[in-house]
């Protein structure tokens, strides 16, 4: 048994097989899955957000999958403060868990710490995603290049609910969110392993094309049209969705649509790749090393 509590972190881009392996070692390790996907936790997005099956939840216990609505706001700094006083539930009974998922700021939030910031205006907020509704992205990007060129020049510009955050938080402070990000390590009362997958990149970009496929097929359109009315909320700015809100508008074709969705997400891969790839401490594998995963973990908590 492991001397010290251990959290197994598994990373790696979007449709690589994190839900297969991270089931693979709760199984293994007689324990549970904290998801760390940003968009899981909607309990209305299921298509698109390529959800553990309900037999993939039968086989370990889960936890942030379906926890939440798009009408809630839930922040990084709310999975944070959530996930490490559920940690702290389960190292009662548990000496290992895992934690899956693809969304690097939520990596990072429970693995490092957020930095304290001082709270925001809310109305500011609903007046920036309502510019977003009216307006697009390009005018969110601009105000924030100016305000913040710094922040700018690291966020993903591809995300609004980031960008968004930023020009938050400087029309609501007068300062710049930049000179608040220390990035200070907070240091965690458990033991952290962390496990990357990759693969080739043109079998990857084909897992992605045939989920997409999948996907459609599975549902995705009657899923986003049943949620129009919520296609304002910050949840739904993501790939998959906004596409085919695109459709629905006239914008977009089907096929085209479609082919978006595909290349957003590959692109989307590539920059969760370049994101995990930063940290070190991460050991790689590719889906088909189950077993010389677990090998290395046994090691690293022996």
Known sequence: MALQKTLI???????????????????????EVISADSRQFFKEMEIGTAKPSTEELAAAPHHFINSH???????TGD???????????????HQILIMVGGSGLYIDALCKGLDALPDTNMNIREQLNLQLANEGIEAIKSQLAEHDPEYYAKVDQANPQRMIRGLEFFLSTGTKLSAHLTNSKKIR????????????????????????????????????????????YNALNTVGYSELFAHLDGDLSLAEAV?????????????QLTWFRRDDSTAWFEPNQQDAVINHIVQQIS
């Open 69 to 75: 609505s798009v009408q809630t706001l839930f922040s």
């Open 79 to 93: 999975f944070e403060s959530q996930a490490l006083l559920l940690i702290e539930s389960l190292f009662k009974t």
């Open 259 to 271: 082919e978006k969705i595909k290349q957003n997400t590959r692109r989307f891969a590539k920059r």
């Open 9 to 31: 972190v598994v990373v790696g881009p979007t449709a690589i097989g994190k839900t297969a392996l991270a089931i693979k070692l709760a199984q293994h390790f007689d324990t």
């Open 189 to 232: 009362p458990f033991k952290i392993v962390k496990i990357g997958l990759n693969m080739d990149r043109a079998a990857l970009y084909e897992r992605i094309n045939l989920r997409v496929d999948q996907m459609m097929s599975a549902g995705l359109l009657e899923e986003v049209k049943s949620l129009q009315a919520f296609r304002n």
